[in-house]
């Protein structure tokens, strides 16, 4: 006769804790530090993260404007991520892939401010002929692969270009970026798997900016803490301030160590946040003016490297004169970009694959 079902005690219930303080005995990635960089090195950084911040300020405008269409999302507040991980790749040998709120990462990655916002607003100049708009750009040259709108799609992909990577002995790794929101979809898991059980060279990094569209991943995530998702498929994870470039730049080094040497994959959680709403479609009204403004006070990742610059005897002169060619060059990437014509007609039918099976 079967046994009736019992009823779950709440011992059964409970955390193994015992179980999970196993894990550790694994061998791991060494705890990320707090990158120590030169004065040379922090005043790229700060450089590259203004002008993401003026770029993508000037995209608010110029969506505003009606100079851009369809979605476009920000990466405002968000720029110590991509500029503390990318610095510490080889561009051309590592490769980066991203979801939809790519403009930043691309900056990150040394590509032309003019041909990104030609883009953006649809010109035959911009990096995608025009045809990739906002969501959809790439390039192979500086080993940049999208920009992609299908929420968590671009994480099997990144797992794909890990394979090349250690199937032609390039020696790169690949950075994949997803949301806390994307953290939910089934193929990323898939592809957790997959990494793992092959030793992929990639690092996942999921960039939680707190908020999956309009609702708060607390509200979303069972488990909130999202570096953990990996442990079940023995990937080492860590959590990291992703308002601190350095502390990210720190991630980056004890991450890429692990990975080159050829010991699978890392996670990284990125705890960040975006100024902005979802898209500029979103008046993000689920969270209050306060919140953001407090954020913006008291961990705003330009202001925070600022002061360590103004520590290493950087004048406040030299801030502002770095600002002025920043906004200058931003100012040239949109007038280039408004003086530029659109794609010809006949770009429709190009690109397109046509073909009987």
């Not at 006769?1 to 005995?25: E, F, G, H």
Request: glycine letters at 12%; aromatic letters at 8%; a negative charge.
């Amino acid at each position: 006769m079967a046994r009736s079902a019992q009823p779950r005690t709440k011992q059964n219930t409970a955390p193994n804790n015992a179980a999970l303080a196993v894990l550790p005995n694994r061998e791991r990635p060494a705890e990320p530090g707090r990158y120590q960089g030169s004065k040379e090195e922090l005043l790229e950084f700060y450089r590259q993260m203004l002008l993401i911040r003026r770029f993508e300020e000037k995209a608010g405008q110029l969506y505003g404007l009606g100079l851009i269409g369809g979605f476009c999302h920000l990466y405002i507040g968000q720029e110590a991520v991509a500029v503390g991980l990318q610095s510490a790749l080889q561009i051309g040998r590592d490769s980066v892939i991203t979801g939809y709120r790519d403009h930043g990462h691309m900056l990150a990655y040394g590509i032309d401010p003019r041909v990104i916002m030609a883009e953006l607003t649809g010109r035959e100049a911009g990096i995608s002929r025009g045809k990739g708009g906002s969501m959809h750009m790439f390039s192979v040259e500086h080993g940049f692969y999208g920009g992609h709108g299908i929420v968590g799609a671009q994480v099997s992909l990144g797992a794909g270009l890990a394979f090349k990577h250690k199937y032609s002995g390039d020696g790169g790794v690949c950075l994949a970026y997803f949301g806390d929101g994307a953290a939910n979809q089934g193929q990323v898991y898939e592809s957790f798997n997959m990494a793992e059980l092959w030793k992929l060279p990639i690092i996942f990094v999921i960039e939680n900016n707190q908020y999956a569209m309009g609702t708060s991943v607390n509200r979303a995530s069972s488990e909130d803490q999202l570096y953990r998702r990996g442990e079940s498929f023995r990937i080492p994870g860590f959590q990291v301030d992703g308002m601190d470039v350095l502390a990210v730049r720190g991630a980056a080094e004890a991450a890429l160590e692990w990975v080159r040497a050829g010991k699978g994959p890392v996670l990284l959680e990125l705890k960040t946040y975006r100024y902005r709403g979802h898209s500029m479609s979103d008046p993000a009204k689920y969270r209050s003016r306060d919140e953001v403004q407090s954020v913006r006070d008291k961990s705003d990742p330009i202001d925070q490297l600022k002061k360590e610059l103004e520590a290493l005897g950087v004048t406040e002169d030299e801030l502002k004169a770095l600002d002025k060619a920043i906004r200058k060059d931003v100012a040239e990437s949109a007038d280039f970009a408004e003086q530029s014509p659109e794609p010809a007609l006949s770009e429709l039918y190009t690109d397109v694959l046509v073909g009987t099976y």
